[in-house]
Every structure is written in C-alpha cells, then in structure tokens.
C-alpha cells in the first residue's frame, strides 16, 4: 500500500511524481517529502504552488496546514505569510525555497535539488 505522501521518480528532467491534480483541494494544502526534504503543495484557481514545508521562525513542519490570503500562505503556528509564486516573505527578502511544477496529465511532478554541504 502507498502511502499519499511518498512519491515516484520520473525521467522528466530530474522531476519527481508527487501526486494526481485531483488528490489536491481549492485552497488547501498538502505534504509530501521528496528527497528527505519536506513540500508543501497549494491548488489555487487549478494552478500547483510547491514550496518547502518548513517555517524558518521556529522550524515547524505546519506550511501545508496554514490557510490562504491575498497570494500569500499564512503558517498556522505564528502568522507569517509567504507569498505562493515566490516564497518570500512580503517586504522581506527572507522566505521559503520554492520548486518548480509540472502537470502531466492528471500527474503532479516538482523538482527539487538536494543543497550540497560544503564544509
């Protein structure tokens, strides 16, 4: 059994299959880890916004769970709002890593890149 939140490998481009358009709501997000690293998916008016999943206030996992205003998730833990098409906070230049979205079909694919450690 898969569990919703796994995801499967594809060969476009280094993209990774997350999940079908139609397992996301209007206006709600939903969690999914690519690659050890926490996503948050938002559909807004039928478009896919991915964006890492972790608030860099206290590092919680809540993204997904925060609602939508005016372009923007607001994280439920704090209030800070990120804006969907970006990741920035607005009027900051801090904010959350973003990640490019493919539809294929019923198919929703994002790239993520693993941040190399160089000590």
Sequence with gaps: MK???????TDIE???RVCSLQELKEEEGKRF???DIEIALFKINGKVFALNNI???QHSALIYDGFIEDG???CPAHGWMFNLETGKMPASAGGLAKYPV???GD???IKVEKKELKW
């Design 55 to 57: 608030c860099p206030h």
């Design 33 to 35: 880890i690519v690659d």
């Design 102 to 104: 493919i539809i294929s």
């Design 3 to 9: 569990n919703s939140n796994q995801f499967e490998q």
């Design 14 to 16: 280094g993209f990774a």
């Design 107 to 109: 198919d929703v694919l």
């Design 72 to 74: 923007c998730v607001v």
